[in-house]
């Protein structure tokens, strides 16, 4: 039979050739999106929940009656260990139908039924993707202000009641959270000590570009320091819409440039992999030199790449000094020349890579780009200054 259809083109293997061999017998391999399993706790009883279930899931009652919402499936039931129904569901797609909106429409079933809704239970993991998505849209719903990824979780928990029935450990039930496994520290999460004795080090890297974007990020961190310390202060009120707006972009600089401390470290793998590449014929020196080619684009990339996340904090940084606490003056002062400092090293770096790029073009428009970056930096820092000394 397996032959026959084999022989169809609905059957066809996505790899390989067509053709079945009785002594190997077939694997069959297939994949779907994540599937969350989700129990939303109900204070009524199990055919209550099934009701709301119907009500809900994507097949409804039938085809002429079909639920409200899609990529989702359902019933209820009664739970006797904790004493309460639940409306339990698998959403295949939480990117269609997610954990929020589903617990969202169970609250507003339940209320038409006169019947309380006890938080709600997640079985097995849950993408990290789908409890921000959730942190989003109650931060937008109740008009909050909170950047921390931490912090969303602890949100996300609470709205959903997600430690009813069971502690939730954001460390256990987060995939990205349970599977995290860093043998190696990176360079931006070392302890500030061992990340100036690793500098410090008889070695070429972490060097000055990594050294850059450390510098750009803890400017940019000083900008963020002051206008969380403005933001809901009593006597500051006055600007506290002004911080809200200024401060995830500082917040945003920071987390974006702390990566390009490692990045930076790991950015000439590709030039030494090509030093590495034989030759010994004219072939081999041609793909040698490509690479190593490659290569240094890559190393002038990432440091191009730490200037315009800098150089994007520029304008937050300005509004910081205007409206910003001003007993945190010197903060500023510092944030502002670290941030100007960070872009300038970076900028050094590009150039002292871009000699050895034979692609001219290449070399004209990143030239072009860097300088126009590093001094807009020079400018904007004096202007930064020049506004403290005018408060």
Known sequence: MLAERLKK????????????????????????????AYNVNILGTSNQAHRIALNLREAGRGPDEPGRLP????????????????????????RVTPIHQLF??????????????????????????????????YIAKEDLFILDEDQKIRLVIERLGLSATSPFNPQEKIIEYRVASDPQVPLGDMPLKAFIREVASRSSAPGGGSAAAAIAAIG??????????????????????????????LHDTVEQLSPMIDADTNAFNDYMEGLRMPRATEQEKKARFAKMQQGLKTAVQVPLTTMQ???GAWEA??????????????????????????????????????ADIKDTVYQEETQAAAKALVERASRKCREVLDLLDKR
């Not at 390989?16 to 297939?30: D, H, K, Q, S």
């Not at 002051?226 to 809200?244: C, H, I, P, W």
Request: one cysteine or more; proline letters at 4%; aromatic letters at 10%.
């Open 9 to 36: 083109p609905e059957w066809q293997p996505d790899f390989g050739p067509a053709e079945f061999i009785p002594e190997w017998g077939a694997t069959v391999t297939g994949a779907r999106f994540f599937l969350i």
């Open 309 to 311: 996340i800098g150089d």
């Open 71 to 94: 990529a989702v499936k359902g019933m209820g039931w009664f739970v006797d260990e904790y004493n309460l129904a639940q409306v339990t569901v698998n959403l295949s797609n939480y």
């Open 317 to 354: 940084m300005c509004a910081v000094t205007r409206h910003g606490n001003p007993a945190s003056r010197s903060d500023v002062e510092v944030g502002a020349r670290a941030l100007e400092t960070g872009i300038w090293g970076a900028y050094r770096n590009i150039v002292i890579n871009l």
């Open 220 to 249: 940019a961190g000083l900008g963020s320091m002051v206008a969380k310390l403005t933001y809901g202060v009593r006597k500051f009120e006055s600007v506290d819409q002004q911080m809200r707006a200024i401060i995830p972009i």
């Open 104 to 137: 969202e429409e169970v609250k507003k079933e339940a209320a038409a039924l006169k019947v309380g809704v006890a938080g709600s239970e997640i079985v097995g993991l849950v993408p990290l993707d789908a409890m921000l998505m959730a942190a989003e849209y």
